[in-house]
């Protein structure tokens, strides 16, 4: 096989791994920010549950979470999965256990701003959600950027693991074709695919870093 | 009537007794300055009259509107949320650590509040920022953002962001402790000016002199008890109480 049939073979597995990437940042990251907000709740038993869940996601690995998710529904049920099904349970998966890790960046955000800040606003008459929405959240996401840069380029590498529920991304087509022509060839042409995507990932979040440079 | 009445507030931090039994009222154009060691309480009193602080006992009101009250066992009780945005109009806070917003210009940091929370018309509230930045001695800085600002300059931008809500009293807790010692007059001098303008203010200052020549009362606190309290001649000038003269004493010795 030609080193241009490889590259297309394992490029049409691409779109699949684009979908995960970017349907699961879709998700998780507001649902990060739920989840931040709910584990800094007053309410203790609230915080310390969601404590508790973000520490099961943070601490199990994400090939055993996606199978879970993908057999749940049969074991716990008795429904019928249907092929459609992988995609969800890739992204419910995908989603969830990123939540995890995003809401402690944005957490950890939220409190490193000066309580001074929700003071200032609160003097000034600004409701609570008023005050989230337009002193903390701004300051958050600049804050985060880093750390938020990290976990996107580890996603990108993590898309490959929904070849255990056989949803047919990018490593999943490396990997056939690999084995078809006994030759490491292809899964080094998959890596370039995710160091090249990571490159687009890398110059984008540091697009976003410099945008934000307008204050300190 | 006085505009701002803070009464047998008490207030304590677990077994803390921060406040005991406080009362202070102030008159429309009244300049009152409150001195005493660190720990006795003043900031806790300020934070309690701007409800950064929830009162244990007490009542807090504001032209004659109970923003707080006691109950028949003695326990504050605040007003409904809808009352208290509108008695949050009445009084503006200028803090030691400035607490603008960063990421909002100059001009922001006046606008966005008159904006969003009074509801005000954005062209005439810029209007009147401008005005307010000139008169801060900050014409040009509009869109500057406050961290291209020296400590001075942010503070006076955080007073001109009280003033632009246009409230009825502004409090300021030790609005020059986080400057450096050349930058402390300028911002002095614009409270002076305030003063002048009969501005109701509260200040909470260790700069002595200062509170003398611009207060129209001192009030001496200590340990969460109001010692002293009168004309600025009689308690800074000429302290009757034993603890007062020990403070200013030690004060003058400082510097
Ligand atoms: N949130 C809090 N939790 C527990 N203790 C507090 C809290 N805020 C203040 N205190 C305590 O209450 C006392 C009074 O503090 P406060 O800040 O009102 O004093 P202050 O007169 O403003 O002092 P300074 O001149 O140093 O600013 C201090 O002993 C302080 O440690
Ligand atoms: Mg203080």
């Given amino acids: ?24 940042l879709l998700f998780s990251m507001p649902l990060g920010i739920l989840v931040a907000l709910g584990r800094m709740s007053k309410i203790k038993p609230l915080s310390v549950l969601i404590q508790g869940i973000i520490s099961i996601l943070r601490g199990t690995p994400l090939m055993l979470q996606l199978i879970v998710v993908f057999y749940g529904p049969y074991y716990l049920f008795g429904m019928k999965l249907s092929t459609g099904w992988r995609l969800y349970a890739t992204l419910i998966g995908f989603s969830i256990n990123y939540a995890a890790y995003f809401a402690e960046i944005f957490r950890a955000g939220i409190q490193s701003i000066p309580v ?3 003071e200032a606003a609160t003097v000034l008459g600004y409701t609570k959600v008023q005050t989230f929405v337009k002193i903390i959240f701004p300051q958050m996401v600049k ?5 938020v840069t990290n976990e996107v380029i580890t996603l990108v590498k993590d898309t490959s693991l929904a070849f255990v529920l056989a949803y047919q991304e990018m490593f999943t087509y490396a990997k056939q074709v690999s084995a078809a022509m006994s030759s490491l060839m292809p899964l080094f042409v998959a890596g370039l695919f995710y160091y090249l995507f990571n490159l687009v990932v890398t110059i984008a979040m540091d697009r976003i870093e410099k945008a934000l440079s307008y204050y300190n | ?4 009445e803070i009464k047998n507030v008490s207030k304590s931090f677990g077994d803390l007794k921060v406040l005991n039994d406080i009362t202070v ?12 060691p660190s720990g006795s309480g003043k900031s806790t ?7 950064l602080e929830t009162m244990d006992s007490g009542d807090l009101t504001y032209k004659g509107e109970y923003a707080a009250k006691n109950d028949e066992n003695g326990k504050s009780v605040y007003a409904p949320p809808s009352e208290l945005r509108k008695i949050k109009g009445y009084f503006g806070l200028v803090f030691q650590q400035f607490n603008l917003f960063p990421h909002y210009s100059v001009l922001k940091n006046l606008c966005d509040a008159p ?4 509801k005000r018309d954005r062209k005439e509230v810029e209007k009147e920022a401008r005005v307010l930045i000139s008169k801060m001695g900050l014409e040009g800085k509009e869109n500057y953002y406050p961290q291209q600002l020296s400590g001075g300059q942010q503070q006076r931008v955080a007073i001109a962001r009280a003033l632009c809500m246009n409230p009825d009293i502004l409090f300021f807790d030790e609005p020059t402790s986080a400057l450096d010692p050349e930058l402390t007059g300028e911002i002095l001098k614009v409270i002076r000016q305030l003063a002048q303008e009969h501005m109701t203010m509260v200040i909470v200052t260790h700069e002595m002199a200062f509170a003398r020549d611009v207060a129209d009362r001192v009030i001496f606190m200590d340990g969460g008890y109001i010692v002293e309290e009168g004309r600025p001649e009689d308690v800074i000038t000429n302290p009757k109480e034993e603890r007062t003269q020990r403070f200013l004493a030690r004060f003058s010795e400082n510097g």
């Fill in chain 1, 1 to 24: 096989m030609s080193l241009m049939n490889v590259m297309r073979q394992i490029g049409s597995g691409f779109g699949s791994t684009l979908i995960i990437f970017f349907f699961t």
């Fill in chain 1, 116 to 118: 001074g800040q929700t």
């Fill in chain 1, 143 to 147: 804050r985060t950027i880093p750390p």
């Fill in chain 2, 1 to 4: 009537m006085s505009l701002f």
């Fill in chain 2, 25 to 36: 009222s102030v008159d429309k154009g009244e300049v009152v300055a409150i001195i005493g």
């Fill in chain 2, 45 to 51: 009193l300020l934070r309690c009259a701007t409800m």
């Fill in chain 2, 115 to 118: 904006v969003s929370v009074q």
